[in-house]
């Protein structure tokens, strides 16, 4: 497994942006894909966007899918979250988690503690 950390988190008014990113504390994640989910209070953890190992690959959730952005430069081991015209159903607990490529929480091996996101009206 490899331990995950996020940042970035925090309060934006409507129409703003955040971008969050996702970094290791021990192990590198370069050999797996990288997810991130959200999981709003009394709701249940859902798919937001993911990345292959190699950076090449992505795919959206179709919640986010114009607005968000998810990037993984190739020199760091790091994955970002860009996320623009934020909207109040964004407000979320963010995860990032690595494993397979997938939509699925069940094929990530590896979580992060989650960054809050929240997004006023």
């Known amino acids: 497994q490899v331990q995950l950390v996020e940042s970035g988190g925090g309060l934006v008014q409507a129409g703003g942006s955040l971008t969050l990113s996702c970094t290791t504390s021990?192990?590198?994640?370069?050999?797996?894909?990288v997810a991130w989910f959200r999981q709003a209070p009394e709701k249940a953890r859902e798919f937001v966007a993911v990345?292959?190992?190699?950076?090449?690959?992505?795919n959206y959730s179709n919640h986010v899918e114009g607005r968000f952005t998810i990037f993984r430069p190739s020199v760091w081991d790091m994955v970002t979250l860009q996320m623009n015209s934020l909207n109040p159903e964004d407000t979320a607990v963010y995860y990032c988690?690595?494993?397979?490529?997938?939509?699925?929480?069940?094929?990530?091996?590896?979580w992060g503690q989650g960054t809050q996101v929240t997004v006023s009206s």
């Open positions: 988690a690595a494993g397979e490529y997938s939509r699925l929480a069940s094929h990530f091996h590896s």
């Open positions: 021990g192990r590198t994640f370069r050999g797996y894909a």
């Open positions: 990345i292959d190992y190699s950076g090449r690959t992505a």
